[in-house]
Nanobody
Framework: VQLQASGGGLVQAGGPLRLSCAAS????????MAWYRQAPGNQRELVAT???????YYADSVKDRFTISRDNAKDTVYLRVNSLKPEDTATYYC???????????????WGQGTQVTVSS
């Protein structure tokens, strides 16, 4: 099982961006999916989560600007970011709790990270 994140890049402040993260492999099911981010010198922090039911959670710092969604048919999670700020500059990581043929009880998987740089 692998998670492949994409969509990062250099963006001007105020602009939008959409990150994607697709799971692949012998997947039986995906439970919660999430996005984290880590800025240089900082710890990795939770940005948003989405349950298999579609229920969402957002960190206070990104509420009203970030939207997490998922396409269960494509085993993909998205993060739509509006009104980007320089302080949003970080490496963004996707995370998912995936049940697979190897781990039928489920385990955490991480994507490789995608860099988002916001210029002022």
């Amino acid at each position: 099982v692998q998670l492949q994140a994409s969509g990062g890049g250099l963006v001007q402040a105020g602009g939008p961006l959409r990150l994607s993260c697709a799971a692949s492999g012998s997947i039986l099911g995906i439970d919660a999916m999430a996005w984290y981010r880590q800025a240089p010198g900082n710890q990795r922090e939770l940005v948003a989560t989405i349950a298999s039911s579609g229920a969402t959670y957002y960190a206070d710092s990104v509420k009203d600007r970030f939207t997490i969604s998922r396409d269960n048919a494509k085993d993909t999670v998205y993060l739509r970011v509006n009104s980007l700020k320089p302080e949003d500059t970080a490496t963004y990581y996707c995370n998912a709790q995936i049940r697979s043929r190897s781990w039928s009880g489920g385990r955490d998987y991480w994507g490789q990270g995608t860099q988002v740089t916001v210029s002022s």
